[in-house]
Protein backbone atom coordinates (compact mmCIF):
# COMPACT_ATOMS: atom_id res chain seq x y z
CA UNK A 1 0.00 0.00 0.00
CA UNK A 2 1.54 3.33 -1.12
CA UNK A 3 0.87 6.04 1.63
CA UNK A 4 1.03 9.78 0.67
CA UNK A 5 1.33 12.28 3.37
CA UNK A 6 0.08 16.24 3.51
CA UNK A 7 0.72 18.83 6.74
CA UNK A 8 -2.04 21.43 7.47
CA UNK A 9 -1.15 24.12 9.94
CA UNK A 10 -3.76 26.08 11.75
CA UNK A 11 -3.71 30.27 12.76
CA UNK A 12 -1.95 29.33 16.22
CA UNK A 13 0.48 26.74 14.98
CA UNK A 14 -1.49 23.77 15.64
CA UNK A 15 -0.56 20.56 12.87
CA UNK A 16 -2.40 17.59 11.42
CA UNK A 17 -0.57 15.05 9.48
CA UNK A 18 -2.50 13.11 6.94
CA UNK A 19 -1.96 10.07 5.34
CA UNK A 20 -3.79 8.70 2.45
CA UNK A 21 -3.39 6.09 0.02
CA UNK A 22 -5.19 6.93 -3.32
CA UNK A 23 -7.49 9.72 -2.65
CA UNK A 24 -8.86 8.18 0.98
CA UNK A 25 -7.52 9.94 3.72
CA UNK A 26 -6.83 7.25 6.60
CA UNK A 27 -5.44 8.66 9.31
CA UNK A 28 -4.16 11.68 10.84
CA UNK A 29 -1.54 12.83 14.09
CA UNK A 30 -2.36 16.35 15.25
CA UNK A 31 0.15 17.87 17.37
CA UNK A 32 0.36 21.10 19.63
CA UNK A 33 2.44 24.17 18.16
CA UNK A 34 5.82 24.27 19.05
CA UNK A 35 6.53 24.11 23.18
CA UNK A 36 9.86 26.22 24.54
CA UNK A 37 10.92 22.57 26.53
CA UNK A 38 12.87 19.93 24.92
CA UNK A 39 13.87 21.16 21.43
CA UNK A 40 10.39 22.62 20.84
CA UNK A 41 8.86 19.41 21.23
CA UNK A 42 4.91 19.16 19.82
CA UNK A 43 2.58 16.97 22.23
CA UNK A 44 0.47 14.69 19.98
CA UNK A 45 -3.28 15.76 20.29
CA UNK A 46 -4.91 12.88 19.03
CA UNK A 47 -3.96 9.98 16.52
CA UNK A 48 -6.84 8.77 14.36
CA UNK A 49 -6.80 5.92 11.75
CA UNK A 50 -9.65 4.53 9.62
CA UNK A 51 -10.83 1.53 11.27
CA UNK A 52 -9.99 -0.69 8.25
CA UNK A 53 -6.90 -0.01 8.13
CA UNK A 54 -5.91 -0.66 12.05
CA UNK A 55 -2.89 -2.51 12.91
CA UNK A 56 -1.64 -1.75 9.93
CA UNK A 57 1.64 0.38 11.21
CA UNK A 58 -0.44 3.25 9.69
CA UNK A 59 -0.18 5.21 12.92
CA UNK A 60 3.54 4.15 13.70
CA UNK A 61 3.95 5.68 9.75
CA UNK A 62 2.59 9.05 10.85
CA UNK A 63 4.93 9.04 14.11
CA UNK A 64 7.61 8.62 11.54
CA UNK A 65 7.08 11.08 9.09
CA UNK A 66 6.11 13.72 12.24
CA UNK A 67 9.95 12.53 13.90
CA UNK A 68 11.44 12.74 9.96
CA UNK A 69 10.28 15.99 9.25
CA UNK A 70 11.16 18.18 12.68
CA UNK A 71 7.77 18.21 14.50
CA UNK A 72 9.65 16.26 17.64
CA UNK A 73 6.32 14.43 18.46
CA UNK A 74 6.17 13.73 22.38
CA UNK A 75 3.75 11.89 23.89
CA UNK A 76 0.31 13.10 26.27
CA UNK A 77 0.71 11.82 29.25
CA UNK A 78 -3.34 11.44 29.33
CA UNK A 79 -4.10 8.50 26.98
CA UNK A 80 -6.17 5.83 25.81
CA UNK A 81 -5.83 2.09 26.94
CA UNK A 82 -5.27 2.16 23.55
CA UNK A 83 -3.10 4.94 22.98
CA UNK A 84 -0.92 4.25 25.96
CA UNK A 85 -0.23 0.62 23.93
CA UNK A 86 0.72 2.87 20.52
CA UNK A 87 2.83 4.85 23.20
CA UNK A 88 4.46 1.73 24.27
CA UNK A 89 5.13 0.68 20.80
CA UNK A 90 6.70 3.76 19.68
CA UNK A 91 9.10 4.35 22.00
CA UNK A 92 10.58 8.18 22.72
Known sequence: MKLEFGIIEDAIGRSTILVRTGTEVIGSLKLTAPRGFQDN???????????????????????????????????????????????QAVGD
Not at 68 to 83: I, R
Open 41 to 87: ARLVLMVQVEETYRRKGIATALWSFAKNNGFNPVHELEQTKDGKAWA
